[in-house]
């Protein structure tokens, strides 16, 4: 087995564990104002998306370095993964919602998992065919915005859906 499936396959574990483990982290601190820049402060859809945004930025940090020399477009490919897995939380969340009328736990679950392991997988295939080389600078680019958007509107969010709590029937 290849360095890169190796880093890939360790890479999907710490971000599953850490991501999950993230959701409560902010509890966990009492709060704190830090924590809740990286981690979960609320239930909505905004706020989960960092289960994955931050765990696997973390993991691209220490991998990048380490497997660059071998694996030349790896630097292109972990903003383009992890754009890809930030988006489809969303994606997938509000079209599930959207087919069933409300959300479940475990389909939520399902949700984080599958976007850790196709953008994994999809940071993998690119990292090998360097399809991604050419937008590295957009893509680093279009990660440092969203990377300062979650730390904008941790506190300060916006009053549309991604936002919000999501809404179960015996809510409303």
């Not at 090998?128 to 050419?134: A, F, G, I, R, W």
Request: charged residues 10%; hydrophobic residues 50%; contains cysteine.
């Amino acid at each position: 087995m290849n360095r890169l499936k190796i880093y890939t396959i360790i890479g999907i574990f710490f971000v599953l564990i850490l991501g999950t483990l993230s959701h409560f982290f902010y509890e966990w601190s009492n709060d704190n104002f830090v924590i809740g820049l990286f981690t979960p402060v609320n239930e909505s859809t905004w706020e989960h998306m960092k289960l994955f945004f931050f765990p696997t930025l973390l993991y691209a940090l220490f991998t990048i370095p380490g497997l660059q020399k071998d694996y030349p477009c790896i630097a292109s490919a972990f903003p383009a993964g992890i754009l890809l897995g930030t988006l489809l939380i969303p994606v997938i969340f509000y079209t599930y919602t959207g087919i069933l009328g409300n959300h479940f736990l475990f389909l939520d679950i399902a949700t984080f998992i599958f976007s850790v392991i196709f953008s994994f997988f999809c940071i993998y295939r690119w990292t090998l065919s360097c399809k991604m080389k050419h937008h590295q600078f957009f893509l680093c680019s279009l990660l440092c915005i969203v990377l300062i958007s979650f730390v904008i509107f941790s506190y300060n969010p916006p009053e549309i859906g991604l936002f919000a709590d999501p809404v179960t029937p015996s809510q409303s």
